[in-house]
């Protein structure tokens, strides 16, 4: 499985992104996803995820309310909309899919990582 992420840029404080992660390879539609970030010289910390039918969402509580995550299975892909985006929001994110038919939790039941991508916002 390769993950692709996109939609990263420079914002300013108050404003908007949204994340894009195109998966390749088998049974998209059967692996939950997630979103983390990391700041340089600091663990990868938890976004977002989203059940393999997408009904299923969870949030940092540092996120919530603020950004969305969801996914499109006929197109492979995940997204994280990012609204009323902070200073402290800038990051690199990354993407990463689960094994199949597993329910990702913790950073480490996460198989696959896309490359990040990064997120800048100015105050």
């Known amino acids: 499985v390769q993950l692709q992420a996109s939609g990263g840029g420079l914002v300013q404080d108050g404003g908007s992104l949204r994340l894009s992660c195109a998966a390749s390879?088998?049974?998209?539609?059967?692996?939950?996803m997630g979103w983390f970030r990391q700041a340089p010289g600091k663990e990868r910390e938890f976004v977002a995820r989203?059940?393999?039918?997408?009904?299923?969402?969870a949030y940092a509580d540092s996120v919530k309310g603020r950004f969305t995550i969801s996914r499109d299975n006929a197109k492979n892909t995940v997204y994280l909309q990012m609204n009323t985006l902070k200073p402290e929001d800038s990051n690199v994110y990354y993407c990463?899919?689960?094994?199949?038919?597993?329910?990702?939790?913790?950073?480490?039941?996460?198989?696959?990582w896309g490359q990040g991508t990064l997120v800048t916002v100015s105050s």
């Open positions: 990463a899919a689960g094994k199949i038919f597993s329910r990702p939790n913790q950073i480490g039941d996460y198989a696959y």
């Open positions: 390879g088998p049974s998209f539609s059967s692996r939950g």
């Open positions: 989203i059940s393999r039918g997408g009904d299923i969402t």
